[in-house]
DNA sequence: TTGAAAGCGCTAACAA
DNA sequence: TTGTTAGCGCTTTCAA
């Protein structure tokens, strides 16, 4: 066999445990067990022994048999319960959240929910047996409770962009309500008057929201409430296309296009361009996206900042369990009008 | 205090243990282990009254316990090294990753490397030492020595998007080289002759195979390698846009770029928006990106297929953890040219 | 400064 | 079918 040995030369060997270490260095296991976490009172000559042997061995700690016995019982991994990885909203916020948890020598698991209330509660348990430290949830249901248990046995829990129901614990929301209802105004500054609402699932909050705050605006512009503008629950891209498109084929079409979330307003520039209407029609589009300045018109958004929140959301996390027993805080993170053509397209038709 | 009790509510309750189970449905602790694990040879009535036991307590296993005593001593859990959590290309193969992972009960720890040699050194120590059952990784380094003895202690290992080096272990990779050469030969088919070369850090392996299928092309077409017409080593959106800038702003400027990746390309694509001559200069990036067909010119590129990569590495990592013992692969996935726009238009000036 | 003994929560092996 | 005992790899406690 050369040493490029693979995975087919024989059956695993087996790990070198602190005990062989301190065989090998003639010391006792203990004497081990404080060389390898840093503790003090042990002389060099020996500490270097140590240290020798467990290279020699290519020792490596087994974090689970120590968190299993230390007080506390600290795994030093955390869970993340994102709606999708693999959307830009939550892979930033991932993103956010690991710079703070790997400055700290902490792993992330992390898992997407796809707005399945039954399979958060899934992930979380599955997370809950790994006896994570802490966890950040951006969650898909609508009754938190199951989640004291977890609370009162140590275990850290923050909630972004949605708040907890039925559960008392740290938040870091957006401020979906005002941020629609400034996109909304900023297109009724623009002349518009009829104003059609595309949102996503009219269970989750964000989207109740922001739904709200489109109608705080028309109400504030003196507007009739018209929901025959409105369209809601709106899962995919595609589904936001034809309900957008739908929209347009009226008698009497809105001028303008309040898009309620990423996915939808990607639907809503689809159906626009299908149409050829895109540098007719305004839109604004709840939440940033990578390349909305590329597209033509280039997409005005109410930009949240997921890696703000991540980053906040980490460091409550971080706080509790470093022991931080305050009164439960929700932040609110301010969103920000970011004008760049389609929103500030003046009425047409 | 009320039922929304919160983080305030005094000390950490501690955790009903099998002990406590056992105690209470007036068991052995064997018995409450069995029905746990769905084991058979427990009689219904007794099986009832450990799970109303455990509910009662609101019991959760302990995995970490579990697995240091279970032969084997696997984990359920999975790590997965990316260049970056955030970027599209990895979070498309995470989420891949992740649903052949969660049919199997096993959660997924992910982390960035930002093209960091060392941070890959460290991370996937930091998941060794948490025993995961195997890795996924997307190297950053060029040694993959360092693995060898996870390896040989039974953590399944493969790799994604570039080969391991000093180590034999499974791969998944896409072909950059004839992908790239496919790009290139699509613009010297569209009559381009003058073509630039805009590419990652040159360390990289999948950066230097696009290199060289760009010379391939080249070659093939009989045209004169032309070094001065090649820029790497950028690392940013903003890197590849001066880059693309200086190329541009010469005297016998290309008529069409080969953008080596993801954010070269975008870079390429506000270069050439900020000179207007996005229709006159064509482009064929290497990997897609989300909008790409929403921009205009709609973008031509070379896609890969990270959410089949994925799929594909996680299939051979468990089929690994599942005992397969089979020599080494290496398995290549197709790229695919997709022709948009940018890609076809025709040399000018 | 060093080490011996006990035990974290659980499962393997074996006994009743 | 059910239970008992030992011990996974480590840290705690306490003694030398």
């Given at each position: 066999m050369t040493s490029l040995s693979g995975s087919d030369d024989g059956p695993a060997q087996p790990r070198a445990t602190m005990r062989d270490v301190a065989a090998l260095a003639g010391v006792s296991l203990k004497t081990v067990s404080r060389v390898v976490n840093g503790e003090p009172g042990v002389t060099e000559p020996l500490a270097r022994k140590v240290r020798a042997a467990a290279e020699r061995l290519q020792y490596?700690?087994?974090?689970?048999?120590?968190?299993?016995?230390?007080?506390?019982?600290?795994t030093a991994t955390i869970g993340l319960l994102l709606p999708d990885?693999?959307?830009?909203?939550?892979?930033?916020?991932?993103?956010?959240?690991?710079?703070?948890?790997?400055?700290?020598?902490?792993?992330?698991?992390?898992?997407?929910?796809?707005?399945?209330p039954d399979r958060e509660v899934r992930l979380a348990g599955a997370f809950a047996t790994r006896r994570v430290d802490g966890l950040i949830v951006v969650p898909a249901s609508h009754d938190h409770g199951y989640l004291r248990a977890e609370q009162r046995a140590g275990t850290a829990l923050v909630f972004v962009d949605r708040p907890?129901?039925?559960?008392?614990?740290?938040?870091?929301?957006?401020?979906?309500?005002?941020?629609a209802a400034n996109g909304v105004r900023h297109l009724v500054?623009?002349?518009?008057?009829?104003?059609?609402?595309?949102?996503?699932?009219?269970?989750?909050?964000?989207?109740?929201?922001?739904?709200?705050?489109?109608?705080?605006?028309?109400?504030?512009?003196?507007?009739?409430d018209r929901p025959d503008l409105v369209r809601s629950d709106l899962r995919t891209v595609e589904q936001a296309e034809s309900a957008a498109l739908a929209l347009l084929g009226r008698r009497h079409p809105p001028t303008a296009l309040f898009a309620g979330q990423n996915l939808?307003?990607?639907?809503?520039?689809?159906?626009?361009?299908?149409?050829?209407?895109?540098?007719?029609?305004?839109?604004?589009?709840?939440?940033?996206?990578p390349l909305a300045d590329l597209l033509e018109p280039a997409v005005t958004v109410v930009a949240q900042d997921p890696a703000a929140m991540g980053t906040l959301a980490a460091r409550l996390l971080f706080a509790r369990i470093d022991g931080d027993t305050d009164p439960t805080t929700t932040r609110v993170v301010p969103t920000r009008l970011v004008p760049r053509g389609s929103g500030e397209l003046p009425p047409r038709g």
């Open positions: 490596r700690p087994n974090l689970g048999a120590s968190s299993l016995r230390r007080s506390g019982g600290r990885v693999a959307n830009p909203f939550s892979s930033a916020l991932h993103r956010a959240v690991e710079d703070v948890a790997v400055a700290r020598g902490v792993a992330v698991l992390a898992a997407s929910l796809d707005e399945d907890p129901v039925l559960l008392d614990a740290d938040a870091v929301l957006a401020d979906g309500r005002a941020g500054g623009h002349g518009h008057r009829r104003i059609g609402f595309l949102g996503d699932l009219a269970t989750i909050t964000t989207a109740q929201d922001r739904l709200q705050g489109y109608r705080d605006a028309l109400a504030a512009a003196g507007l009739a939808v307003t990607i639907g809503a520039i689809r159906a626009l361009r299908r149409l050829g209407r895109q540098h007719e029609v305004a839109l604004v589009g709840f939440d940033d996206f």
